[in-house]
């Protein structure tokens, strides 16, 4: 069964605004990702929070994650047309073997 | 460095042939994994291997065998194709030990007819 859920389902802003999506999971984690997915292609790894971590940045991305609501945010700065793509939250459990449980995406739709 | 190679990219059975598909790494990341992905399921977890010669089950293994002789190669068999197995498939390999991303292949788009 999925363990993430991304909110929302999907997303349309122009290009220079801020995008928001959220994951929501529902078993202890190891840790969290995010993963970016254009259209007919692989996913791409985007970036890693540990269950002990509460925030994280890379470039224009910002990561936060909530153990107690289990529950994390991909914030997105300053949204490129290029940004156009599905967003996926992943977590990887922190009993047994690494493995990680996707969420249904995100699509982000970024107009020039 | 090629990363996760898949072969093929695209691929048409007909229900009951059987296939592979293939999975190679050149990164020697221990973990490998199978996923499929159909509209508006995310991606499921179909097999797993965290080392040459060991692989598990994940969410969804029925109707699929895998096997890991080495720690490169990952591949895939769809034992009778079923109009169910309809999907795209991904590769996926990591690091050792958890908290490292994994780098994906560009995927097998698969039609069973």
């Known amino acids: 069964s999925q363990q993430g859920e991304e909110d929302p389902q999907a997303l349309s802003i122009q290009e220079g605004e801020n995008a928001t999506m959220n994951c929501s999971y529902k078993t202890s984690i190891n840790n969290l990702q995010w993963y970016r997915q254009n259209s007919g292609r692989g996913l791409v790894h985007l970036i890693l929070i540990r269950s002990n971590e509460r925030e994280k940045h890379s470039g224009r991305l910002r990561v936060t994650l909530d153990t107690s609501k289990k529950s994390s945010s991909l914030l997105i700065t300053a949204s490129r047309a290029a940004d156009t793509a599905s967003y996926f939250c992943a977590t990887e459990g922190d009993s047994g073997y690494s493995t990680l449980t996707f969420g249904k995406g995100t699509m982000l739709l970024v107009s020039p | 460095n090629a990363g996760v190679t898949q072969t093929p990219k695209f691929q048409v059975l007909k229900t009951g042939q059987s296939m592979t598909l293939q999975c190679a790494q050149d990164?020697?990341?221990?973990?490998m994994s199978w996923y499929r992905q159909d509209p508006g399921m995310g991606l499921r977890l179909i097999h797993y291997?965290?080392?040459?010669?060991?692989?598990d089950q994940g969410e969804v293994p029925n109707g699929y065998n895998v096997s890991r002789s080495t720690t490169e190669d990952f591949p895939l068999r769809l034992l009778s194709a079923a109009p169910s197995q309809t999907s795209v498939y991904f590769c996926?390999?990591?690091?050792?030990?958890?908290?490292?991303?994994?780098?994906f292949g560009s995927g097998t788009r698969l039609t069973v007819v």
């Open positions: 996926a390999s990591s690091l050792q030990g958890g908290n490292y991303g994994y780098t």
């Open positions: 990164m020697n990341h221990e973990y």
């Open positions: 291997s965290v080392g040459a010669g060991i692989t």
